[in-house]
């Protein structure tokens, strides 16, 4: 049996886990194409104009794998820390890529929810597990399989390596940089070179190399944002919080860009609180950068050198 994964929203993340633990089960594992113009187009089509970049494109991504596999994965994920929550889109993309006639082979999607409980993860695995065997322990051996591939990606991204590099076979400039600049984004943002405009290979010609919060240990970058007074409602919000004090406490970077997708409320928020306490008391240097379809890849050119120029002066 083929299942299809999109290579969209948390692909980056964890794709490795899901790939090994579908294998361990004996599927074939398809990712959908690299976003393409005909994806885009399709998702534009089909999707809410009120919704983000990301979660109009898991509409295309979907699509292209429609003749490709014979069941999808798009997993429910309401919470990925104690008593916080995702994003409400990723809570309810299954419902919305339903409610729509795509025509699509079957959707699975188990609930990945670790809010309450510290075994939710493999709760949301077990559960998907069952659908394609009555076998617990071949399940457990196969979230097992999962975990060690999640470990071994994880190890190779804090080498300072990319996702693209490790998953899409990109080639990245490894040396002579003037500079460092953090990327304070979401992972399906920054990875995603449509949406991103191809923001790293940018920058790695104009001599900058670049971090993400993927090179850094996830929890140490929760434990940045716990020093907001009020626990931030959403992960999202609290990885890009925790992610930019972490650069700029530790003085990695010479500069941050933010991400943000047009239309994401907890986005705004958040870059908000980071120029407010971080950038803007100690004049440290930030532009943002806003996503959508209409994105202007001259523009963004031009905004990367200017932000470049500026830094390499300063420096
Ligand atoms: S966090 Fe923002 S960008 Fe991400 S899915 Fe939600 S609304 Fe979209």
């Known amino acids: 049996m083929k299942i299809g994964i999109p290579r ?12 090994a633990f579908f294998e361990a089960l004996g599927l074939e594992v398809i990712p959908s194409s690299i976003t393409n113009k005909e994806i885009v187009d399709l998702s534009i089509e089909k999707s809410v104009s009120e919704a983000c970049i990301p979660i109009k494109l898991v509409y295309g ?13 798009l997993p429910r994920i309401v919470g990925l820390e104690y008593r916080t929550y995702m994003c409400p889109k990723f809570i309810g993309i299954p419902d919305m890529i339903r409610s729509v006639d795509l025509d699509i082979p079957p959707i699975i999607d188990p609930t990945i ?15 998907l ?11 457990l051996s196969a979230y097992m399989e999962g975990l060690k591939a999640l470990k071994s990606y994880n190890e190779k991204l804090k080498r300072e390596v990319t996702p693209l590099e490790i998953l899409d076979g990109k080639n990245y400039e490894k040396d002579n940089f003037k500079i460092r600049i953090g990327i ?32 850094v240990d996830w929890k140490t970058i929760l434990k940045e944002a716990n020093v907001l007074p009020k626990k931030l409602f959403w ?3 609290r990885e890009l919080y925790g992610t930019a004090r972490y650069f700029i406490r530790k003085s990695l970077v010479d500069g941050i860009i933010i991400v943000v997708a047009f239309g994401c409320g ?11 306490d971080l950038t803007k008391p100690i004049d440290f240097p930030e532009i943002t950068i806003t996503v959508d379809e209409h994105s202007s890849e001259l523009g963004l050119i031009t905004r990367l050198e200017a932000f470049v120029d500026m830094l390499i002066r300063r420096k």
């Open 61 to 73: 991504h979907i699509l292209d794998l429609k003749d490709k596999v014979d069941i999808i994965f």
């Open 184 to 215: 304070v984004g979401h992972c399906y943002e920054i990875y995603d070179e449509f949406i991103s405009g191809g923001m790293i290979k940018i920058l790695n010609r104009l001599g900058v190399k670049v971090l993400s919060m993927e090179m």
């Open 266 to 276: 907890p986005d705004s928020l958040v870059r908000e609180l980071i120029e407010r």
């Open 113 to 127: 929810d670790k809010r309450n409980s510290l075994t939710g993860f493999f709760k949301g695995f077990f559960e």
């Open 235 to 237: 992960t999202f919000g």
């Open 129 to 139: 597990g069952r659908f394609f065997t009555k076998n617990s322990l071949k399940i």
């Open 8 to 19: 969209i929203l948390l692909f980056y993340r964890y794709y490795p886990m899901w790939k």
